[in-house]
């Protein structure tokens, strides 16, 4: 019903930036929340941010607060990702997902894309 595909990975120094796309396609409910989620070599996924499709409810992480801030353009059916300072500690797979309710939780998200690489050097 929905396909998500991330976009905007790569390489990066320490204190770089880089802004990920999430372009979703089919059916997009009102209600639903976009999530951006992330997962390192040897660890589990964990959560990054949220976002409400009306852009009303935000979440982060306590590791990405004042780092990293979600959007959305809904008329475009884009959520993004913007990441400021980025750190060694921050590479990962990074993963969008799509759910009926803003959660932290991986499981309660309906839709995934395949993911973007990001490598953050020292």
């Known amino acids: 019903q929905v396909q998500l595909v991330e976009s905007g990975g790569g390489l990066v120094q320490a204190g770089g930036s880089l802004r990920l796309s999430c372009a979703a396609s089919?059916?997009?409910?009102?209600?639903?929340?976009m999530g951006w989620f992330r997962q390192a070599p040897e660890k589990e996924r964990e959560f990054v941010a949220a976002?409400?499709?009306?852009?009303?409810?935000?979440y982060y992480a306590d590791s990405v607060k004042g780092r990293f801030t979600i959007s959305i353009n809904n008329a475009k059916n884009t959520v993004y990702l913007q990441m400021n300072s980025l750190k060694p500690e921050d590479t990962a797979v990074y993963y969008c997902?799509?759910?009926?309710?803003?959660?932290?939780?991986?499981?309660?998200?309906?839709?995934w894309g395949q993911g973007t690489q990001v490598t953050v050097s020292s």
């Open positions: 976002i409400s499709w009306s852009g009303s409810s935000i």
């Open positions: 997902a799509a759910g009926l309710g803003v959660s932290v939780s991986s499981g309660l998200y309906d839709y």
């Open positions: 089919g059916r997009i409910f009102s209600s639903y929340a």
